[in-house]
């Protein structure tokens, strides 16, 4: 920085200085002890990152019971939030001007990934409660939810705050047309429908009919 000639502070001396390439990242120390010289090296991105973060204070706040995880990104803020296995009741519209049907269904364990800005959440099944990244989760077996494990959410309007995410899920009217009916159920593989037909009026889902579908790990990395 240059300094106006007439100015009466102490000049402030550069001690370092970071130039970003397109390939690279490089570090110079004016300040290394160097007589007269500087020390230039390069650094990876991630380093001056993690450099800067050490001067951030960071808090989750109060989180929504049953969370699994909370990630911060460049993209905001993301919470996973389990929900028990349990009797369920849900409507279901057979077809567009159909009366919706109300259903009491087992459900397993689900955890529902919610992202920032009112973006569509995603849903997965689990046997358990996840416990480690490694855990594997299975297609929610339900409609309404794409292959990929993204609710879609039609004109159902989902809000904000994750703890009410899984009740507004099973509070929308579940459609049996559409492409979310394939791939969630071993017994029936064409339609989970079929499934529901089968297990309603039991007290538990049958767990060895999920369909494997993704990790932890990977469910983390969501939204990123």
């Known amino acids: 920085m240059v300094l106006p000639r007439n100015t009466t502070v102490d000049a402030d001396e550069l001690q370092l200085r970071v130039d970003f390439h397109e390939e690279t990242v ?3 120390d004016f300040a290394a002890g160097i007589a007269g010289g500087v020390r230039t090296k390069a650094v990876s ?14 808090a989750t ?25 349990q009797l369920t009741a849900l409507r279901v519209r057979e077809s567009y001007d159909a009366k919706p049907r109300r259903r009491h269904l087992p459900m397993p364990g689900l955890v529902f990934v919610c992202l920032p800005d009112r973006q569509a959440p995603y849903v997965f099944a689990a046997r358990e409660r996840p416990r480690t990244p490694a855990d594997q989760l ?37 459609s049996v047309t559409g492409d979310t009916a394939a791939g969630k159920s071993h017994r029936h593989p064409e339609n989970v ?4 037909d ?19 790990t990977d469910a983390m990395g969501i939204g990123e």
């Open 61 to 85: 706040g109060i989180l929504p019971p049953d969370t699994l995880w909370w990630a911060q990104s460049g993209s905001g803020t993301r919470v996973a939030v389990w929900r028990p296995p």
């Open 198 to 216: 089968e297990i309603e009026g039991h007290r538990e889902y049958p767990l060895d009919d999920l369909v494997p579908q993704l990790t932890v």
């Open 26 to 28: 490089l570090v110079h």
């Open 193 to 196: 429908g079929k499934l529901w």
């Open 45 to 58: 991105a991630l380093d001056i990152a993690h450099a800067l973060a050490r001067e951030l204070d960071l």
């Open 138 to 174: 299975f297609h929610c077996p339900t409609f309404n939810v794409f292959r990929s494990g993204r609710v879609c959410v039609g004109t159902h309007v989902f809000p904000i705050d994750p703890a009410a995410v899984p009740l507004a899920f099973f509070d929308s009217h579940f």
